[in-house]
């Protein structure tokens, strides 16, 4: 029999939908088992969603601390722990397990502030033994690798525009106050629990990571306009920036979390001097090229020339794969590396130091907004 | 903890993509567990097969009828058998399982024959404990049930047209000759395998259970025009039907597996006297609703209009779901069905009396092109 | 100064919105001046509509054989007449003309009936020196005739299957009753007056020129099944067809004008042994071209691979044309044709010939789907 | 006879495609008839152009003053002038007309510079009987007039953001070196002949103004990037530009000349508190609508809720129009405007006030740029 990681979890507990998407994306390549939780600060909760996963009693914690020092002393232990908190508490937890040597698979972000994002990135670094996966699931679908594989491969030439945008409307239609806003926003009008930036750090830093991802370019400087919800409610919901990239090229970025009307989603585009790429996510399984001479291509998933994207795909062409296909990716890209670590092989799954860059680039859209500066980063 | 399903799996072994698509679907939702398994008629090869797996050798089989014989006898036997076995299997295996009382999830079609389908309904309709899922997974997809649910909310009244198409190439582009048809089509050439009709039992099935699905309308009469590869290869690559349905509507019918650049794939069009629905499966977290007043409206898996579409959904508003999140519905429903047998709930999943109406609608099909003549069925 | 063709008109007179289009056609590449019209059998209607185009009332007919009498006489008579009446008189008044030696430009269809096409069809061939032009204006989209180009170069292979509808609303969302339908579809309930065949005479006679104009291939036989509105009024709107073309090719066809919510219009599908295409009305400045082999290409008027259909645009590329647009093409290739009979260029827009087969196809239609009988035309 | 306007042009001759735009347009509503023109500086040029436009020798010109002045002294003179040369000549020539009392429709930019926009704008406010129509014809498309309607009504609330982007790529594939530079660019690289900015004049102009016609709104402060093409090609060909409405919107701005394989062409996105609008100009004939509760809308020219775009159609519902049919309703709103000045009436086509403000959003964005600060106007 091979060889199956077994996996704790911090948070994802009752009412949480991306704990779902975690369990479900874990499981799909039966690769790990799920054999301890700290689900909810609340013992009694814990326990009872353990239960309803099937853990034992003695595996479900109610301290992410307690978990990983239990768990550290069982000989069936756990061999990662996935972190699934609200960004405020991802370095601290991620770094308590990291240092009992526990592989961490995390939910983005990375941190929530640039300064948690330098100490997480330093301790591991320290431990060269630990692998450590940042779910940037959009990075995950098979059209994004493809994207990343014709950039590599020179197809649309030498990068000069990139154009990313991640519009959502978070208030689902209903029109947003000051008294049912707490409600709307839950904890993302807490900058502890949320951090630096709400907007930034929940959808921005998808966008962000996804343009670098993909383009393999890394921001230099940048012109950034952030905008609070209004003077009533704390909360920024809307970043506009302008870049250049270290190549020269330029760049476009907005997020919004209260564009009305705004399932336009996740969308990039990037232009070279041979032609560009477009990509949007609530279409996940085509990717738009555009050559600079010659007809637009649409590869789709699977098909021809898009073979390549085959790799990073369960099922077979012409049959869409969503949002927890392209999650399970990362899960089971982590499982390959902590099974076989093969230095020569690629890695595609979105690593710490993608993640400090991600930081970076949202501080510096905090300082430019503040200052009304260009500033380099 | 809750009771979790014990699956056996007959069929899906080495090689077979359409297995690991069924293991996937049954782990997601966390309602079944695979204990035993039939992967091949070499002792071996199914031993190494589930082991694979992690299971146990001693439940691994070579022969399903040993499979189901032993799984009786245990405790800890299996409750539930999925079988993804080439068509022309599917009646006699499923058979010879309700027949020891085990509950059924078959691949489809139904079978392979009218004759075979009507043999396995009547055993279904004997063993009245026996819960029978197949899985026309198509008909899972958040936005075929929100379909089928405006259709029955009398969105678009009473049905007068309805245009149905599943369009594939199977040869991936290669020319085909009698030579290589052997390994492109590999078992599909076999009568015996396949059953009556390659294209009809393979795809065009899907095809029109799915029409029938959203559109609660039965055929009446048909006209069907079926074609041969061409007179050196033995298999019936294209099929275009005329349809009078139950109500009077018209509808048109067709299926091919020889359509080069055919990666259209599965489209349905239903027109009522209100308006009409259209939704791909290339696309298929939309549904576009065309009112006879007012205008086109696309509706998005889980957004407003929507919101019935969230009850077959795992992910998020804006966030797509694609081919395996449809398949799992269709488990998930089976194991609540198997789990509560509340005659109340509505069920969703596909059911022998649908695969019936298939089997029957593809014979029909066969006569008529031979017959060149309007038929009832 | 270049020589400026004197046109007449027949019908298109007030209400006519057809008649709108062809004089805006006839005006835009300045090949054509509007010299004199019968634009109503009532003499002060059609002179008062007459000057507002500014014609001379002795030029305003009431009678088109008045006209074509008069204006034969005259030495600034017409040079060439559009016919823009009802189908039951194309083929009457464009005899009168071309007997008359009078260049012909008729609206389709071509004829009425068969055995009106058959007659005008021979008075045509009879009158070597007459210019006659049919327009089907949609086979005269840039890129319907960059798809004929891709056809004829063989960039698709042999044609194995040809898909196409025309699918409209003629109720514009309204419920038809035997008490509104005079009013809805006007003179379309006249047999007299509209012809064989009101839904294949006015749209689907479009539907199939267009599937012959781009594939080159001739119907050789045919299923038909066309179902009249219902017990009540007296109006064939729907039907559906199965097609056997020369080649050995297959094809459907669908045309309906009470499709609730159905403005998809007009659109065709070709496909052949190294791969398809397809072309929407609504959205015409497009073609896509699914290679068997590679990914799908989206063709966009004027760009690259496109060239060839900068032959028949007068806008740049990536600004869209229209339907003016295209109809304007058959009046400008038709007035170049009269300039200039040189025998080896090629000419784009329809004739006699392909109404006349048009006209034959609609006949075999009506004969089939009363015999339940496959007939060969 | 009712009075058909007599159009004098300048500019537009031999090589122009623009100058053909003009002149279809002119004539597809028959209000205009084309009767003199200043088409080259080359005598012999202007004289047999204007004679293939069926002019008299003595009306074709080759000095847009001349033709001014005599034009002013003939009884059977030009009532007005449409002025289709280089932006750099905007301004002199249409004050001359102005100045000797004639209408003006003049093709974008109002001027090429602020200083020249300034001082033509007060021009045409002393000439208080002169009609001044600017073709900023993407404006006049049925569905952006349906777009404003809608933001006037309300449908959308509140506007909060603007996304507007015009991309093309002038190279048409080609890599662009200083050498082809000249033949690619033609006068585009000579600042006296195309103004402060060729991006902005050329195409952002038309992007900015699209976004105040839909929006109903103005800029208040931007924060411009401009960049050249590159240290050796002195063009500037990438502007991207951060905005402040005067109601507080947040905008984003950009236009580019050299976007390989950019034939996205002209795109504006508009969100507002209860909604939000998008159109594509390479697909005119929809918009598209998300209202923040329900599902998202597709509006289609002439259909049902786009009823208010019949005003501004020729073609009926389902039958796609274009650029032309667009720029044609400028020409046709300029004649009616002149024809009947009527105070009351609503007027749709783009004035002198428009143009000023784009002349001075340009310099802004300009200024801006170099100072890079945000800057007021």
């Known amino acids: 029999m091979k060889k199956i990681l077994k996996l704790g979890i911090v948070g994802g507990g009752p009412g949480s939908w991306i704990g779902n998407i975690h369990r479900i994306s874990s499981g799909i390549d039966g690769k790990y088992k799920i054999c301890a939780g700290s689900f909810s ?16 009693k003695d595996r479900c914690y109610s301290n992410y601390k307690t978990m990983a020092d239990r768990e550290s002393e069982r000989e069936d232990g756990i061999d990662v722990v996935a972190i699934m908190t609200p960004p405020g508490s991802h370095q601290i937890i991620a770094e308590y397990f990291i240092k009992k040597n526990f592989h ?24 060269k033994k630990i692998i450590y996966g940042l779910t940037h699931n959009y990075s995950a679908y098979p059209m994004v690798r493809m994207a990343k594989k014709l950039v590599k491969d020179g197809k649309i030439g030498n990068i000069e525009f990139v154009n990313v945008e991640y519009v959502q409307d978070w208030s689902n239609g209903i029109e947003v106050t000051k008294k049912n806003s707490k409600k709307i926003f839950r904890w993302k009008l807490d900058k502890n629990v949320v951090g630096s930036s709400a907007v930034l750090n929940e959808i ?28 009533k409610i704390n909360l920024d919901n809307n970043a506009q920036v302008l ?5 020269g090229a330029k760049g476009m970025f907005w997020t919004c979390i209260s564009a009305k009307g705004g399932n336009y989603g996740l969308r990039i585009r990037i232009f070279g001097s ?32 898009a073979d390549f994207s085959k ?33 020569k092989k ?18 510096t859209c905090i300082d430019s907004s503040r200052k009304k500066k260009w500033l380099k980063f």
Do not use: C, M
């Open 346 to 363: 690629i890695r595609y799954y979105p690593t710490a130091h993608e993640g400090l860059l991600t930081a970076k680039f949202i501080q």
């Open 41 to 56: 600060r609340n013992v009694k909760t814990s326990s009872s969603f353990g239960s309803s996963l099937n853990l034992n």
């Open 204 to 231: 921005g830093t998808h966008a962000y990571h996804l343009a670098n991802y993909i383009s393999g370019l890394k921001g230099s400087s940048l012109f950034a306009d952030i905008k609070k919800f209004n003077k």
């Open 104 to 127: 961490v698979i995390s939910d983005k972000p990375f941190a929530s502030t640039y300064d948690q994002a330098k100490k997480l990135y330093s301790t591991i670094k320290k431990n």
């Open 243 to 247: 870049l250049n990239y270290e190549n």
């Open 311 to 343: 790799n990073f795909a369960r099922v077979k062409s012409g049959h869409p794969e969503g949002y927890v296909d392209a999650f399970a990716n990362i899960y089971n890209e982590v499982a390959d590396h902590i099974n076989s670590k093969d230095n």
């Open 274 to 305: 041979k032609g560009s790429l477009e990509w949007v996510q609530n279409d996940p399984n085509y990717l738009r090229l555009n050559p600079s001479k010659g007809a637009v291509k649409i590869l789709e998933k699977g098909f021809h020339e």
